[in-house]
Nanobody, 120 residues
Framework: QVQLVESGGGLVQAGGSLRLSCAAS????????MGWYRQAPGKQRELVAG???????KYADSVKGRFTISRDNAKNTVYLQMNSLKPEDTAVFYC??????????????WGQGTQVTVSS
């Protein structure tokens, strides 16, 4: 079994910063892509940022220039540095890890979610 445990969420004022972490543990030989999604009340879950095993990154337009995704492969951990936070960033943030399960197939594991609240 694989578990993803997130940490670092909380309440912050607009313009502030938070750093989210997500550590994967369990029966892991390797991890392909990792990423962060978020879901605000009444909205669909959306991609915030993703990072491949080769450290290529992508970001949602709404967070470009403010958020930075990184990973530590030795620790099976992905991070999301969030700067210049806005009230519209308020959401539950979920991390994901795509783990090979045989052949070319991967399985996407999800964390339990961590709340980020940005006050105006």
């Amino acid at each position: 079994q694989v578990q993803l445990v997130e940490s670092g969420g909380g309440l912050v004022q607009a313009g502030g910063s938070l750093r989210l972490s997500c550590a994967a543990s369990g029966s892991i030989f390797s991890i392909n892509a990792m990423g962060w999604y978020r879901q605000a009340p009444g909205k669909q879950r959306e991609l915030v940022a993703g990072i491949t095993s080769g450290i290529s990154t992508k970001y949602a337009d709404s967070v470009k220039g403010r958020f930075t995704i990184s990973r530590d492969n030795a620790k099976n951990t992905v991070y999301l540095q969030m700067n210049s936070l806005k009230p519209e960033d308020t959401a539950v943030f979920y991390c994901n890890a795509d783990i090979p399960v045989g052949g070319s197939r991967t399985y996407r594991y999800w964390g339990q979610g961590t709340q980020v609240t940005v006050s105006s």
